[in-house]
T-cell receptor, first 113, second 116 residues
């Protein structure tokens, strides 16, 4: 039973355009969400997070949107750059439980020059 | 220093071997983690140490034995592994202890393990 799902295994966008990566979750107790980026042969690196008390968090070119009623979050990258090409993992946690992170399967983003 | 260092980067071992994976961080983080990642799958939590004490064991088989000698070091001892244990093993750390799992995890590059 996968509690965090990234239904698109891959996404390809043109440089300068917007990249939208989606993530759905099933556990209504999740209250903290994070996005990680992973390059080949490297560990995941933290990108941006959002608490369930917010519906948007922005950091430079990266914005995460949270729709609690739909149990859906998305990561927007504007403008996309070739260096953004990587695997993006969505993760969620329930701080009232153990708070451990549950990861989605990842989406491979390719940004074409 | 914002790095989590894992050694070795690659390890090949037989099913009767005993080996260890090592992880080190010098960020003063008080929680350290072992994750296992198979190809095209998300990282799966194995163990969590909080303030040098094992706080979570995700029902991991006893052939995997974690050890936290001090707040900067985390080991994973491997013995009598199976070929299906071949995976990328990721170490991570975070500030604070048990209450701060919602914080950012800093990952190492991982140790690629192949069991023959």
């Amino acid at each position: 039973d996968q509690q965090v799902k990234q239904n698109s295994p891959s996404l390809s966008v043109q440089e300068g355009r917007i990249s939208i990566l989606n993530c759905d979750y099933t556990n209504s107790m999740f209250d903290y969400f994070l996005w990680y980026k992973k390059y080949p042969a490297e560990g995941p690196t933290f990108l941006i997070s959002i608490s369930s008390i917010k519906d948007k968090n922005e950091d430079g070119r990266f914005t995460v949107f949270l729709n609690k009623s739909a149990k859906h979050l998305s990561l927007h990258i504007v403008p996309s750059q070739p260096g953004d090409s990587a695997v993006y993992f969505c993760a969620a946690s329930d701080s009232s439980n153990t708070g451990k992170l549950i990861f989605g399967q990842g989406t491979t983003l390719q940004v074409k020059p | 220093d914002t790095e989590v260092t894992q050694t070795p980067k690659h390890l090949v071992m037989g099913m009767t071997n005993k080996k260890s994976l090592k992880c080190e961080q010098h960020m003063g983080h008080r929680a350290m983690y072992w994750y296992k990642q198979k190809a095209k799958k998300p990282p799966e939590l194995m163990f969590v140490y909080s303030y040098e004490k094992l706080s979570i064991n995700e029902s991991v088989p006893s052939r995997f034995s974690p050890e936290c000698p001090n707040s900067s070091l985390l080991n994973l001892h491997l013995h009598a592994l199976q070929p299906e244990d071949s995976a990328l093993y990721l170490c991570a750390s975070s500030q604070g202890g048990l209450a701060i799992y919602t914080g950012e995890l800093f990952f190492g590059e991982g140790s690629r393990l192949t069991v023959l």
